[in-house]
């Protein structure tokens, strides 16, 4: 089945820097891509989500980056601020399920 | 606003005991999900279904079983707790293929002891 890796774990920016976090998925016929972010003590808010149509997607400070050739997928987050601390997860569907598949998590941590 | 609302928020119980975590969407979504929350391990997929009646198994279902007897509700039940099923268990809704977003509840915390 669908194996999704994600990394780092762990990350702490500094306020105003950038924050990059990959995942690397198995299965080539993946066709739905979803970033999600989790406050402390709450349920997984979806952030961003793309078909495997589309290669770049920027919305209110983040950029997610998809290549489906390498099997990536990726969030860079620009001008970090503390209020972006959180855990973000990536997740993964196919074309003809409902299944999804989280990532492991990055703990994002945002200094003043 | 997408509401899933879960109970109980915490649970303690004792080794070899039945537990019941309920969910309840007013989504009308037919797709549901129960996943647990371990660190290392992220999000791991328990239990869904697709629509009242049914029920699916996902990457970890051993030691529980999934209810659907409604649109609306998904329980997950543990007929013989163990040490090992404590973590954080989230509940989610969803409208189905390629629809996107998933809505979860607050977690359902369950310590066995």
């Known amino acids: 089945g669908e194996q999704v890796e994600q990394r780092p774990p762990h990350l702490s920016v500094r306020e105003g820097d950038s924050a990059f976090i990959i995942c690397t998925y198995t299965d080539s016929a993946t066709a739905y891509f979803y970033w999600y972010k989790q406050e402390p003590g709450a349920g997984l808010q979806l952030l961003m989500s793309v078909f495997s149509n589309v290669d770049r997607k920027e919305e209110q400070g983040l950029t997610v980056l998809l290549n489906k050739k390498d099997k990536r997928l990726s969030l860079n987050l620009t001008a970090a601020h503390p209020g972006d601390s959180a855990v973000y997860f990536c997740?993964?569907?196919?074309?003809?399920?409902?299944?999804?598949?989280f990532g492991t998590g990055t703990r994002l941590q945002v200094l003043p | 606003e997408a509401a899933v609302t879960q109970s109980p928020r915490n649970k303690v119980a004792v080794t070899g005991g039945k537990v019941t975590l309920s969910c309840n969407q007013t989504n009308n979504h037919n797709n549901m999900y129960w996943y647990r929350q371990d660190t290392g391990h992220g999000l791991r997929l328990i239990h869904y279904s697709y629509g009242a009646g049914s029920t699916e198994k996902g990457d970890i279902p051993d030691g529980y079983k999934a209810s659907r007897p409604s649109q609306e509700n998904f329980s997950l039940i543990l007929e013989l707790a163990t040490p090992s099923q404590t973590s954080v268990y989230f509940c989610a809704s969803g409208g189905g293929t390629g629809t996107g977003q998933l809505y979860f509840g607050e977690g359902s915390k369950l310590t066995v002891l």
């Open positions: 997740a993964v569907s196919g074309p003809n399920t409902n299944k999804v598949v």
